[in-house]
Structure formats: structure tokens, C-alpha cells
Nanobody, 115 residues
Framework: VQLQASGGGSVQAGESLRLSCAAS????????ISWHRQAPGKERELVAS?????TTKYEDPMYGRLTIDRIKSTVYLQMNTLKPEDTAVYYC????????????WGQGTLVTVSS
């Protein structure tokens, strides 16, 4: 499995960005693709997930400001009302639904939000 993350960039506070995670080589019939972020000096944290069936889940760091969706083999993360504290490298990952062992990661895409 290969995951290719893209779409990061530099924006002003209050603006939006849409990240993409292009997946290839998935052989599992059921899976969950997630977005995580890691800010400088902090641990990586989960922000949103979507299953192959379209079930979504959002986590606290950006709850209410995200939409995750999937079109064919690409998963998108729409991020709205960005804040300076959202500055981080954003990664996508894939796991099986019954555990949190991520078996592939994208390379990360940097999002910088200035005030």
C-alpha cells in the first residue's frame, strides 16, 4: 500500500485548506484511512478517520472544523477556519477497522497558519 499526501501550504488564520491522500495498492476489503497531525515539539495526534464504507469520525483537536470524505481511492480532508495552533505536518495512514495498528503512512504535508 502507498499513500501520497498533498495539499498543504501557508494560509492566514480563518482560511481553509483541502488536503488529499491518494491511496494505491490496497488489497484489504475493509480498512480505515485516517488523518493525523504533528506540531513542532508535540506528539502526533489523530484528527479524523473514514472507513471504506464511508463512516466518519472526528477527534477533538479540530472537531467541527473538518470534513473528511473519499472519492474512489483518494481521501480528502477539508479544514475550515484554520488557527495558528493548527500549524503542523499532516499525515494520512491506513489500518484495519478492528485495531489501531497503522500499516502504512503517507509522507506528510505541511500546513502553516499565520495570524
Amino acid at each position: 500500500v502507498q499513500l501520497q499526501a498533498s495539499g498543504g501550504g501557508s494560509v492566514q488564520a480563518g482560511e481553509s485548506l483541502r488536503l488529499s491522500c491518494a491511496a494505491s495498492g490496497i488489497t484489504e476489503s475493509v480498512y480505515v484511512i485516517s488523518w493525523h497531525r504533528q506540531a513542532p515539539g508535540k506528539e502526533r495526534e489523530l484528527v479524523a478517520s473514514i472507513s471504506n464504507g464511508g463512516t466518519t469520525k472526528y477527534e477533538d483537536p479540530m472537531y467541527g472544523r473538518l470534513t473528511i470524505d473519499r472519492i474512489k481511492s483518494t481521501v480528502y480532508l477539508q479544514m475550515n477556519t484554520l488557527k495558528p495552533e493548527d500549524t503542523a505536518v499532516y499525515y494520512c495512514s491506513i489500518r484495519r477497522p478492528w485495531n489501531f495498528e497503522y500499516y502504512a503512512w503517507g509522507q506528510g504535508t505541511l500546513v502553516t497558519v499565520s495570524s
